[in-house]
């Protein structure tokens, strides 16, 4: 189920984007399910500082046998009014594997990135 609401003029105020979700699935085939919940919520400031760029950040959380947090920041740079370039910044707690724990299968790491996307439009 998500939902969003976006301010009739850009601004301070952000768009606001949420949801939450729920499903049950067989991982190993052996007949054993698990229950898995997620949600997530997201906010976007459209014309900040300069009109055509943007701000925003998402967070979100998954639930099943190991919690998983993730945060996201970006930035879009409208260069042209035909190219932007956005950098993100990504953080997900627990979200890979740790090779070096010797705690056996399941040990998670956190685990983090940063991505610099460029749109073009023709």
Known sequence: ??????????????????GIGA????????????DSYTWMVGF???DLFMKGNAFGIGLGESNSDISNFGLEVWYKFQVTDN??????????QNGGYDFQANS??????DMYGAVLKTTFKF
């Not at 189920?1 to 949420?18: D, M, R, T, V």
């Not at 499903?23 to 698990?34: K, L, Q």
């Not at 190219?83 to 997900?92: C, E, K, L, R």
């Not at 056996?104 to 790491?109: E, F, Q, R, S, V």
């Open 44 to 46: 976007q400031w459209s």
């Open 83 to 92: 190219i932007s370039v956005t950098p993100a910044f990504f953080w997900i």
């Open 104 to 109: 056996g299968a399941g040990a998670t790491a």
């Open 1 to 18: 189920l998500s939902a969003y609401w976006q301010p009739e003029e850009s601004g301070w105020l952000p768009s606001i984007s949420a």
């Open 23 to 34: 499903s049950t699935f067989n991982g190993s085939g052996d007949g054993v399910t698990d």
